[in-house]
T-cell receptor
Framework: RKEVEQDPGPFNVPEGATVAFNCTYS??????FFWYRQDCRKEPKLLMS???SGNEDGRFTAQLNRASQYISLLIRDSKLSDSATYLC???????????FGTGTRLTIIP | DAGVIQSPRHEVTEMGQEVTLRCKPI?????LFWYRQTMMRGLELLIY????????DSGMPEDRFSAKMPNASFSTLKIQPSEPRDSAVYFC??????????FGQGTRLTVV
């Protein structure tokens, strides 16, 4: 089983819709969780951290479900500019390695 | 801050040649990662360093790959000899005592 798994998509969503992705992780000792965004032919950039209590940043909401070992990302009122690949990343804590999923490709359709 | 700086941005080389990729992490960061990204396998961790010391190189595909970090401001990833299946985008990332990492713009390697 892969350490971090994501549905690769693609997700094709009309502008203004709400879309959600999940990401599962295999190591129950994982401590830190993140969502990164990667535009075509660019480097991954940190979108947001995922906290145990869930957190929101504008139209983006991230949640963690430790019991089922997954994190989620919800995008409300999607914009054309949200089209990108979204990568989840998991860390065991401290100076441990950061492991990424393969990414979910999202395309917002006008 | 200039961010993580990688060079070259693009590299085309012939099979069998040696390739050296370079990375300058963000000043003051104490962890450095080398990742490889392909369509098939996504973003794979090759090796990471803490305080210039290699911690986990289990992702290095084979002996043809080697990485060094002689000081806190420089790291190299070397492939010798290169093969067409090494074609990928290689990213370097760094961080400072926080779990999230910051990426360089990557080196797009093509081995023909």
């Amino acid at each position: 089983r892969k350490e971090v798994e994501q549905d690769p998509g693609p997700f094709n969503v009309p502008e203004g819709a709400t879309v959600a992705f999940n990401c599962t992780y295999s190591n129950s000792a994982s401590q830190s969780f993140f969502w990164y965004r990667q535009d075509c032919r660019k480097e991954p950039k940190l979108l947001m951290s995922v906290y145990s209590s869930g957190n929101e940043d504008g139209r983006f909401t991230a949640q963690l479900n430790r019991a089922s070992q997954y994190i989620s990302l919800l995008i409300r009122d999607s914009k054309l500019s949200d089209s990108a690949t979204y990568l989840c990343a998991v860390n065991l804590g401290g100076n441990e390695k950061l492991t990424f999923g393969t990414g979910t490709r999202l395309t917002i359709i006008p | 801050d200039a961010g993580v700086i990688q060079s070259p941005r693009h590299e085309v080389t012939e099979m069998g040649q040696e390739v050296t990729l370079r990375c300058k992490p963000i000043s003051g960061h104490n962890s450095l990662f080398w990742y490889r990204q392909t369509m098939m396998r996504g973003l794979e961790l090759l090796i990471y360093f803490n305080n210039n010391v290699p911690i986990d190189d289990s992702g290095m595909p084979e002996d043809r790959f080697s990485a060094k970090m002689p000081n806190a401001s420089f790291s190299t990833l070397k492939i010798q000899p290169s093969e067409p299946r090494d074609s990928a985008v290689y990213f370097c990332a760094s961080r400072l005592q926080v779990p999230e990492a910051f990426f360089g713009q990557g080196t797009r390697l093509t081995v023909v």
